[in-house]
């Protein structure tokens, strides 16, 4: 495999889209939220942090955190980098091989999140392990993401983007990656998180035979 595959060389914060002011304020309460929620969830545990908690925490209200994030759930699941994955993926060279690109753009967004984000990751993940809410939650909003991902995919591949291989495909590579993580938290995460993406995407390469 190509070394540009297995050590990305950008970081997704850069290829973010310009924002303007409305943009940017609107980032900065998601932020805010989240943070706050992180740090409650971290004094007193989820299920005893409540959406109104949060909400005076991160001084707006609760129908403000409801208007970013429909579920409680849903702060802890979500980040900024779609757009910038997407634009990711829709730069990598015409002919490279989709698993290799949404490699590619996984190692570019967990290599940020290991090194910019590192504890809220651990919790996250800690969370996603512990609280069947979580994973519920997960696998719904999974849907999204893997819609994103097979439009894009579409585009690359001339693919029509209800192409049932094609949704196949992505369905299995993010479960792949969710197994993954959820199997990182289990083990205390000791084990290098990136490798075992990799080994993951290398069992989807070569077949699922075991």
Sequence with gaps: MAATTRTPDLRLEDRQPPMGLRERKKLKTRIAI?????????????????????????????????RYFPAKEDIVL??????????????????????????FIMTCALRMFLENEHDELIQRTRLMVEV?????????????????LVHALA????????????????????GALREVTVYWGERGF??????????????????LEL
């Design 78 to 103: 979500t980040d900024e980098y779609d757009p910038a994955m997407l634009q990711v993926l829709r730069s990598r060279p015409a002919d490279e091989p989709p698993l290799e690109s949404l490699r």
């Design 155 to 174: 585009e690359r591949t001339g693919r029509a983007p209800d192409d049932v291989a094609l949704r196949v495909f992505t369905a299995a590579v993010l």
């Design 34 to 66: 989240r943070r706050a929620t992180y740090r409650l969830i971290a004094e007193q545990g989820y299920e005893a942090t409540t959406v109104e908690q949060i909400a005076e925490a991160a001084e707006v209200s609760p129908s403000t955190v409801f």
């Design 190 to 207: 000791q084990d290098d998180l990136i490798e075992l993406v990799d080994g993951a995407l290398d069992t989807l390469k070569g077949g």
């Design 132 to 148: 069947p809410a979580i994973r519920a939650r997960m696998t719904e909003t999974m849907t999204d993401t893997a819609q994103m």
